[in-house]
C-alpha cells in the first residue's frame, strides 16, 4: 500500500503529473467520440476543457480537504487515485468538448464571473447562426449524429425524422423521437435544441441531465 506524507503542494508536484496523464487519457478518447463542439455543433479542431469548478486542481483540493484540513497530509495514493477517477464518471460530468472559439469564450466567461456576480452572456458568430455562450453552469453538452452542425441540419431537413437520447447522473437514458416538420431552412440545430423547456438553464441541471444526443433517423418508405 502507497502512502504519501507531505503537504499540499508537494502532493501536487509529485502526483499531479499522473493525475494530468490520466485526464489527457479520457479527454483525448472522449473528443474523439464526440466529434463536433457541444455548444455550437462544428467541427474541425476541437479542445477539452473541465466544467466550472471541476477542473484538476479543484478536485484535487476537494479531495485532500475531505482527508485532512492539516497542512501536512497523509494520503493513500491507489485509494485517492480511484476517487478522482469516479470523480471523472461519467466524463461528461467534468468535460466538456468545444471548438477554440467556443472554449475561449467559455473560458473568458469563467474568469469574468470570478470577479462579477452578473449574468454574463457573450455573443460570438458562426456562418449557422449566432450561437449564445452562456454562463459555464449552463451549458448543456449535447453531441449530434452525423457530428457536424451542417450535415446534420442538412440530413434533418431532408428527412424530418430523428432521436433525442436523455441521459442523468442517476444512470437514466429516455429517448424521444423530434419530428422536425416545422424545422427550415433557416432554423439553427443547437438554438433548437437548447430552446426546448427540458433543456434551458436551470431545468435540465434541476432534472439531473448530464448530455443528450441526437440522431439522425431514416424513415422507411
Known amino acids: 500500500m502507497a502512502i504519501f506524507t507531505g503537504t499540499r ?5 509529485y502526483f499531479g503529473p ?13 473528443k474523439a467520440a464526440v466529434g463536433a463542439c457541444e455548444h455550437c455543433g462544428c467541427g474541425g479542431e476541437l479542445e477539452a476543457a473541465h466544467v466550472k469548478g471541476r ?3 479543484q478536485i484535487i483540493e476537494r ?8 497542512s501536512v497530509i497523509t494520503v ?9 477517477k469516479l470523480e471523472h464518471q461519467p466524463v461528461e460530468k467534468a468535460i466538456l468538448i468545444l471548438c477554440r ?14 470577479s462579477s456576480t452578473a449574468d454574463l452572456r457573450a455573443v460570438t458568430e458562426h456562418s ?24 446534420f441540419k442538412r440530413q434533418l431537413l431532408a428527412c424530418r425524422h430523428a432521436e433525442i437520447t436523455t441521459f442523468y447522473n442517476d444512470g437514466r437514458v429516455e429517448h424521444h423521437p423530434w419530428d ?12 433548437n435544441l437548447r430552446s426546448r423547456p427540458e433543456f434551458r438553464s436551470g431545468a435540465w441541471q434541476q432534472s439531473g441531465i448530464v448530455k443528450v444526443h441526437v440522431r439522425i433517423v431514416v424513415q422507411n418508405s
Open 9 to 13: 503542494q508537494e502532493f501536487k508536484r
Open 18 to 30: 499522473r493525475l494530468r496523464n490520466f485526464v489527457q487519457m479520457i479527454t483525448k478518447r472522449h
Open 55 to 57: 477542473d484538476r486542481t
Open 63 to 70: 479531495l485532500l480537504s475531505a482527508i485532512s484540513t492539516e
Open 76 to 84: 493513500e495514493l491507489k485509494e485517492f487515485e480511484k476517487n478522482f
Open 101 to 114: 472559439e467556443c472554449h475561449s469564450k467559455y473560458d473568458t466567461v469563467i474568469s469574468s464571473a470570478t
Open 128 to 151: 449557422d447562426a449566432a450561437t449564445v455562450v452562456e454562463s459555464p453552469d449552463n451549458i448543456l453538452p449535447i453531441t449530434l449524429e452525423p457530428p457536424q452542425s451542417a450535415e
Open 180 to 191: 422536425a416538420t416545422r424545422f427550415s431552412e433557416g432554423s439553427n440545430v443547437m438554438s
